[in-house]
């Protein structure tokens, strides 16, 4: 079956401009999680969604950032006002979460490389 | 503060023998343990994970030990393939019901493997 898909693969876009970054979850998968990486690090939590509601949204830097998932699939993360210190590779996971145990293997996308100038 | 901690940026072994790469933390809550591997322009793969009630996890070349009493863990590779070459993430989540899967990663390992 599909693994984990994201578009854009790359995105460059001027400092202050607004982008999406969509992912597609693996069918079925009711969890839903956002991550960021810069250079030389590892990927850091933004975000988790169970079903459409953001369980977990202690991981987003600040207000610019927000995402939904609206019918409990596809997810879109939203950034405002973008800044350089924001370019980075935005991943996405999936995962057949049961019970509230946080145990069930996260399968990632490939990622959005965002480049802000 | 970094919770998860690979101090080891890279590491390089020769084909046919063992890989050992290194993971500290210090969260006592963590009671779940995988490790990762990522190559250049794909997102990371699973490899393979431990529960904090044991102590060693076995599957294939891919053997994790888990000591919680130094709060560290490893993953040993054996034996060394050149396709094993990529970058290793170690991450670990909180357990108990209201646990959020939420992996917090290490800053990775760039393992390579010499022919």
């Known amino acids: 079956g599909a693994g984990v898909s994201q578009t854009p693969s790359n995105k460059v876009t001027e400092k202050g401009k607004y982008v999406e970054l969509r992912c597609d979850p693996i069918?079925?998968?009711?969890?839903l999680y956002w991550y960021r990486q810069s250079l030389g690090q590892g990927p850091e939590f933004l975000i988790y969604f169970q079903g459409t509601g953001a369980a977990d949204d202690s991981g987003l830097p600040n207000d610019r950032f927000f995402a939904v998932r609206p019918e409990g699939s596809v997810s879109t993360l939203k950034i405002q006002r973008t800044e350089r210190g924001d370019s980075a590779v935005y991943l996405c996971a999936s995962s057949n979460l049961a019970g509230g145990w946080g145990t069930d293997t996260q399968y990632f996308g490939p990622g959005t490389r965002l480049t802000v100038l | 503060d970094q919770q998860v901690k690979q101090n080891s940026p890279s590491l390089s072994v020769q084909e046919g023998r063992i890989s050992i790469l290194n993971c500290d933390y210090t969260n006592s809550m963590f009671d779940y343990f995988l490790w990762y591997k990522k190559y250049p322009a794909e997102g990371p793969t699973f490899l393979i994970s431990i529960s904090s009630i044991k102590d060693k996890n076995e599957d294939g070349r891919f053997t994790v030990f888990l000591n919680k009493s130094a709060k560290h863990l490893s993953l040993h590779i054996v034996p060394s393939q050149p396709g094993d070459s990529a970058v290793y993430f170690c991450?670990?989540?909180?357990?108990?019901?209201?646990?959020?899967?939420?992996?917090?990663f290490g800053q990775g390992t760039t393992l390579q493997v010499k022919p």
């Open positions: 069918s079925g998968h009711t969890a």
């Open positions: 991450a670990a989540s909180g357990g108990g019901s209201g646990n959020t899967g939420k992996l917090i």
